[in-house]
T-cell receptor, first 115, second 115 residues
Framework: EAQVTQNPRYLITVTGKKLTVTCSQN?????MSWYRQDPGLGLRQIYY???????DKGDVPEGYKVSRKEKRNFPLILESPSPNQTSLYFC??????????????FGPGTRLTVL | AQKVTQAQTEISVVEKEDVTLDCVYE???????LFWYKQPPSGELVFLIR??????QNEISGRYSWNFQKSTSSFNFTITASQVVDSAVYFC????????????FGTGTRLTIIP
């Protein structure tokens, strides 16, 4: 089954404790992205990757890191989480054909609470 | 810069009524894509439709229909004969930044279908 998976689905942590949210897709998509969803703000892009070893900042990258060492995986790293990073996080992937904005498929979401 | 406005924050209708969700977008690009996603109470994002800026034909899929009007920069979504299962948050999104497949989301409309 074609899908985007994220782990963990729920996480409660404390300020400053490093954490990683994993994202994996099995569709051989080139493009992957992270969004955060906050009430009244919709979804905003954090980072994206056009291919292996190619990553770039989205609209709200502060406090986050990413890496793309394999095509299928795109982990989101919070080196020192703070309460304002409490949010619902989505990973997305798409084929990312040049010259097109392809349909993005989203993972199930990770609800993060930073105390 | 891209912008998507969903002016209706919350809508409630009685089951079997028709309901239209509004979406207005802004972009300077001549080629762009519009999307609707559904977020049910379980939290995942479900892709509903993708339209490109060159195709203004309205689309119908079962009880769902979409009205794309370039002249008013709108991409409205109508549910006919609504059902309780249609209760969800609906997001309109714009893709117009080629290279970065980023979607610019509206703030969403929470639709409640009253049995």
């Amino acid at each position: 089954e074609a899908q985007v998976t994220q782990n963990p689905r729920y996480l409660i942590t404390v300020t400053g404790k490093k954490l990683t949210v994993t994202c994996s897709q099995n569709m051989n998509h080139e493009y992957m992205s992270w969004y955060r969803q906050d009430p009244g703000l919709g979804l905003r892009q954090i980072y994206y990757s056009m291919n292996v070893e190619v990553t770039d900042k989205g609209d709200v990258p502060e406090g986050y890191k990413v890496s793309r060492k394999e095509k299928r995986n795109f982990p989101l790293i919070l080196e020192s989480p703070s309460p304002n990073q409490t949010s619902l996080y989505f990973c997305a992937s798409s084929q990312g054909l040049a010259g097109l904005t392809d349909t993005q498929y989203f993972g199930p979401g990770t609800r993060l609470t930073v105390l | 810069a891209q912008k998507v406005t969903q002016a209706q924050t919350e809508i409630s209708v009685v089951e079997k009524e028709d309901v239209t969700l509004d979406c207005v977008y802004e972009t300077r690009d001549t080629t762009y894509y519009l999307f609707w996603y559904k977020q049910p109470p379980s939290g995942e994002l479900v892709f509903l439709i993708r339209r490109n800026s060159f195709d203004e034909q309205n689309e119908i899929s079962g009880r769902y229909s979409w009205n794309f009007q370039k002249s008013t920069s709108s991409f409205n979504f109508t549910i006919t004969a609504s059902q309780v299962v249609d209760s969800a948050v609906y997001f309109c999104a714009l893709g117009a930044n080629f290279g970065n497949e980023k979607l610019t989301f509206g703030t969403g409309t929470r639709l409640t279908i009253i049995p």
